[in-house]
């Protein structure tokens, strides 16, 4: 999680394998509480469920394009749907960013061969730090 001034907020624990980002959030942060209160919280369609099950009208999700049928044969989204996402891309951008800004420690981009358990957390939330703290000394 980050702001729109791409500082990290939050960064959720490593998984091994492949996981789908919003069962890692279900984990992470349990939808039973109420996390998201009095914040704007905008993510992708990886996070579909996530207004529903987090019970929150601070969830902005990008509309879906509707599914193709003989009913509807070319389906496509509406003007005001597309200037929505449009709209809510150009500011999930900033996370986007904040999360290359991490990468450029390559420790992040190659392969992690270091055994030692719970160390993959910490390599991140140190890159995470190292990129905030880039962020308010321009040097």
Not at 58 to 72: A, D, G
Not at 80 to 105: C, F, H, W
């Amino acid at each position: 999680m980050s702001t729109l001034s791409k500082y990290i907020l939050f960064v959720g624990r490593t998984f091994t394998g492949h996981n789908h980002d919003y069962t890692m959030l279900k984990q992470e942060l349990p939808p039973d509480k109420s996390w998201f209160d009095g914040v704007q919280v905008l993510v992708d369609l990886g996070y579909l469920g996530m207004p529903k099950d987090y019970n929150s009208d601070n969830v902005h999700l990008p509309f879906k394009k509707p599914c193709k049928s003989k009913k509807n044969p070319n389906p496509q989204l509406t003007d005001d749907q597309k200037a929505v996402n449009r709209a809510l891309s150009q500011l999930r951008i900033y996370v986007e960013n904040a999360i290359g800004g991490m990468k450029r420690y390559n420790i992040l981009v190659h392969r992690f061969r270091n055994h030692k358990h719970g160390f993959e957390d910490d390599v991140i939330g140190i890159c995470a730090g190292l990129w905030n703290f880039s962020l308010t000394n321009n040097y």
